[in-house]
């Protein structure tokens, strides 16, 4: 059980604008190890596909996978995807793989 008589430590943050303010909060999430991401607008799967390049077979893929970061999504009363909130976590998980092998070739790289 906790010590409730025990102080606990404050944390002052002081800036003279919001965006100030907003940059030393993610500052410090970010050294307590949480991870801070910007939200895009509610975008269509559709569109999503089309923008970063991969089927709506894979993006239905990835949001089944286990290791997939958090990221906002509606579905219908099918249980349809109709929309979703990206984070550019999210978008690189889903452009991992693409990624990988858009690399440029090496010098001494085998053919496949």
């Given at each position: 059980?906790?010590?409730?008589?025990?102080?606990?430590?404050?944390?002052?943050?002081?800036?003279?604008?919001?965006?100030?303010?907003?940059?030393?909060?993610k500052?410090?999430l970010?050294?307590?190890?949480?991870?801070?991401?910007?939200?895009e607008?509610?975008?269509?799967?559709?569109s999503?596909?089309?923008?970063?390049?991969i089927?709506?077979s894979?993006l239905?893929?990835?949001?089944k996978?286990?290791?997939?970061?958090?990221?906002?999504?509606?579905r219908?009363?099918s249980?349809?995807l109709?929309?979703?909130r990206?984070?550019?976590?999210?978008e690189k998980?889903?452009n991992?793989?693409?990624?990988?092998?858009?690399l440029?070739?090496?010098?001494?790289?085998?053919?496949?």
């Amino acid at each position: 059980m906790p010590d409730l008589q025990k102080p606990r430590s404050l944390i002052q943050l002081v800036a003279t604008t919001d965006a100030e303010m907003i940059s030393k909060i993610k500052t410090w999430l970010s050294v307590k190890g949480y991870g801070i991401h910007e939200l895009e607008e509610w975008i269509s799967p559709q569109s999503f596909c089309k923008k970063i390049g991969i089927s709506s077979s894979t993006l239905a893929r990835k949001l089944k996978a286990s290791n997939c970061p958090e990221v906002e999504i509606k579905r219908g009363p099918s249980g349809r995807l109709l929309m979703l909130r990206p984070t550019t976590s999210f978008e690189k998980f889903c452009n991992a793989k693409q990624a990988a092998t858009d690399l440029p070739r090496q010098e001494g790289d085998k053919n496949p």
